[in-house]
């Protein structure tokens, strides 16, 4: 099997420190907990931006100083921004980060009921971001929250807007989408491409045992206190950095090697950084 790549989704946009009060959400603690899960095995960073009261923006000045953090620090990790925002943002408001040209960014090919909201992603929307993506040069993520979103990722491929080896990341447990059980992880990765690159973000309680799978599936993970505040029942996490570091040890075990950021941008198509 390929080395697995971890991805770190550090804060998310509804999470809050009453959730848990290690959520990392100014520019500075972010750039931190990114620092961390990098030197606890995690190769990307999945990032949300919040503004000092810890409302949720995707005002790209405030990704810009949260990116150029995290790389003051020496930190070589994947830097991946969200394109989802929070809901009921406009699709003008959810897109700014692209222009900052990281390396990725998250592309939802589809709407889904979230808990009480929905998370509209009409199909023009969805091609504006994949177009965007490709003029700058971003790296789109293809986020599935349901079945019906792997066929419109699809699409996206045949019309030439996203390259067929933009990798998936079936995320897994929010209320409204898909489930995270064994059952369903299983549909979804035999309804990828065969030759497709994936990662599962279990929401909850479904991350630890998801994660499992996908080590021992050949696919990716992604772990982090956006998709789960909690390390074991009714034990908060203490860190990002704990539940990246409970994988890498997971791994181990199950004789998947890790990869480093360098050997991921490979193995996803990214130039190196200098």
Not at 36 to 54: C, K, N, P, W, Y
Not at 199 to 207: C, D, L, N, P
Not at 213 to 229: C, H, Q, T
Request: aromatic letters at 4%.
């Amino acid at each position: 099997m390929e080395k697995l790549i971890i991805t770190c989704a550090l804060t998310g946009a509804e999470t809050t420190k009453l959730d848990n009060p290690n959520l990392p959400v100014t520019p500075d603690e972010i750039a931190q907990s990114a620092w961390e899960a990098r030197q606890a095995g995690a190769s990307i960073v999945h990032l949300h931006a919040r503004l000092e009261d810890g409302t949720p923006t995707q005002d790209q000045l405030v990704y810009k100083a949260i990116i150029e953090k995290i790389r003051a620090s020496g930190n070589d990790v994947i830097v991946q921004v969200s394109t989802g925002g929070a809901v009921g943002m406009s699709a003008d408001e959810r897109v700014q980060p692209v222009t900052l040209q990281p390396e990725m960014a998250t592309l939802t090919t589809g709407s889904v009921n979230f808990g009480a909201d929905v998370f509209l992603n009409p199909p023009q929307d969805i091609e504006h971001f994949a177009k965007l993506m490709k003029s700058y040069g971003v790296l789109p993520e293809l986020e599935i929250f349901d079945a019906g979103m792997i066929r419109n990722a699809l699409v996206l491929i045949k019309k030439g807007l996203v390259s067929e080896h933009a990798p998936f990341d079936l995320v897994m447990g929010v209320p409204g989408g898909i489930p995270g059980t064994p059952r369903d992880l299983l549909f979804l990765v035999e309804s990828l491409p065969k030759e497709a690159r994936w990662s599962v973000a279990g929401i909850g309680r479904a991350q630890l045992p998801l994660a499992a799978m996908a080590i021992l599936l050949g696919g990716n993970v992604r772990v982090g206190l956006e998709d789960n505040v909690f390390y074991q029942k009714g034990v908060l996490a203490e860190s990002n950095a704990q539940l990246v570091a409970r994988v890498v040890r997971l791994a181990g075990e199950l004789g998947r090697e890790i990869a480093t950021p360098q050997e991921a941008r490979e193995m996803l198509g990214l130039k190196p950084i200098s």
